[in-house]
Nanobody, 121 residues
Framework: QVQLVESGGGLVQPGGSLRLSCAASGSASTISAMGWYRQAPGKQRELVAAISRGGISNYADSVKGRFTISRDNAKNTVYLQMNSLKPEDTAVYYC???????????????WGQGTRVTVSS
């Protein structure tokens, strides 16, 4: 069982920056990868960025060059630094973790409750 707690969302003007944090607890040692998804009103949830325990990351094309994902494995925490924010970045952002279930030996997805990001003047 993994619990994810997110923070850092809020209201920011276009061109501004925010830093999201997601702290994992519980069976955090089983987590192999973490990432951020977002869901805007009327749209499906989409992957924003993901990172493996070894530090390999990938990004959606829409955020490349503006967002940076990072991990602190000692703190079981993943971050999303968001710069040059645009109104189209407005969404609820969800933290995701993939973890091995040591009982069933299957990979489970865990989700945070979401943190709201609003980019508006």
């Amino acid at each position: 069982q993994v619990q994810l707690v997110e923070s850092g969302g809020g209201l920011v003007q276009p061109g501004g920056s925010l830093r999201l944090s997601c702290a994992a607890s519980g069976s955090a040692s089983t987590i192999s990868a973490m990432g951020w998804y977002r869901q805007a009103p009327g749209k499906q949830r989409e992957l924003v960025a993901a990172i493996s325990r070894g530090g390999i990351s990938n990004y959606a094309d829409s955020v490349k060059g503006r967002f940076t994902i990072s991990r602190d494995n000692a703190k079981n925490t993943v971050y999303l630094q968001m710069n040059s924010l645009k109104p189209e970045d407005t969404a609820v952002y969800y933290c995701n973790a993939k973890s091995l279930d040591v009982v069933t030996f299957t990979v489970r997805d865990y989700w945070g409750q979401g943190t709201r990001v609003t980019v508006s003047s």
